[in-house]
């Protein structure tokens, strides 16, 4: 049976995957590219068709490109530090030492825990009686609105995106280094090489599409990040922690404008597909080199 669908077998083993994608994503893509030309605002039940409409109206608002920004620092600020720290974790923990299985459940613990209870447990830190202000009142300093000031918001609502994602990115590291070969390292430490210079010039180099990997999932992570702005902020105050996709939400399912949201969802698809061709540019070009 499989001799004579030889030819075919490798099209019948994508097949499933196949099916799921265009299930998932090519199918829902087309529907939600097709609403972008329609304008539900008015009503929802008889849209009307404005063509381009939507696009236009989006990128003359004010909103988005507040949003955009805040999307923008959400990028900056949480993919490095999603990128290093848990490298940094994982070489220290890739050593024999006393209660390394202990370390490693700790790190990885906040993985487990739902998105949901971590935003409610961190906006009880965050509160303006929080333990947080306190800790902060009893260092003599002036209390801060963690989550209503604009100037901090985005920022507080990042740090619990890096505490939920070190230990995932961690053992991702993990993983890789135990394919990094032994030998290396024993020839660093003949030729007297120190801890940083061991780690920059055999570490790095071996983890290199690891490094590529985690940035690349670490980056569209925090893009379309939802449930810790939902819970915690809001958005607000004054749009200060609104991201694309809690836009997209609330113009999709508060106000109920699926073409504007719709119009959002493509552009984000566009910066997506955009950021993941630059990451093969730069960090894999050499795997497609014919």
């Not at 202000?133 to 609502?157: C, E, H, M, Q």
């Not at 030729?191 to 599409?209: E, N, Q, R, S, Y």
């Not at 991201?243 to 999709?252: D, G, K, Q």
Request: hydrophobic share 55%; net charge positive.
């Amino acid at each position: 049976m499989f001799k004579y669908y030889g030819k075919y077998a490798p099209y019948l083993f994508i097949l499933p995957a196949a099916i799921v994608l265009v299930i998932f994503f090519f199918i829902p893509f087309f529907q939600t590219f097709l609403l972008s030309f329609f304008d539900y605002s008015h009503n929802i039940y008889k849209p009307e068709i404005i063509g381009l409409q939507n696009y236009i109206n989006l990128f003359h608002s004010p909103v988005f490109y507040k949003v955009m920004w805040n999307t923008f620092v959400y990028l900056i600020v949480a993919v490095p530090v999603l990128a290093i720290l848990p490298l940094f974790l994982a070489i220290l923990i890739n050593r024999q030492i006393k209660g390394v299985t202990l370390y490693k459940i700790l790190i990885y613990l906040p993985v487990i825990v739902s998105i949901v209870v971590a935003a409610i447990a961190f906006k009880w830190l965050y509160a303006d009686q929080g333990i947080l202000n306190y800790i902060v009142t009893k260092l003599g300093l002036a209390p801060a609105g963690w989550l209503t000031d604009p100037n901090f918001a985005l920022y507080s609502v990042i740090i619990v995106t890096i505490w939920k994602g070190i230990g995932y990115y961690m053992i991702i590291y993990l993983a890789s280094l135990m394919s990094v070969p032994k030998e290396l390292y024993e020839a660093c430490d003949i030729d007297g090489a120190d801890f940083l210079t061991k780690h920059l010039t055999v570490t790095i180099p071996h983890i290199m599409p690891t490094i590529a990997l985690v940035t690349t999932i670490s980056a569209i992570s925090a893009m379309k990040v939802f449930a810790e702005i939902y819970v915690m902020t809001k958005g607000g105050p004054l749009n200060s922690s609104k991201t694309i996709v809690y836009y997209i939400y609330e113009r999709a399912f508060e106000n109920l404008d699926l073409g504007f949201a719709s119009a959002m969802a493509v552009v984000l698809l566009v910066i997506v597909m955009l950021f993941s061709l630059i990451n093969i540019l730069f960090f894999e070009r050499n795997k497609y080199q014919i």
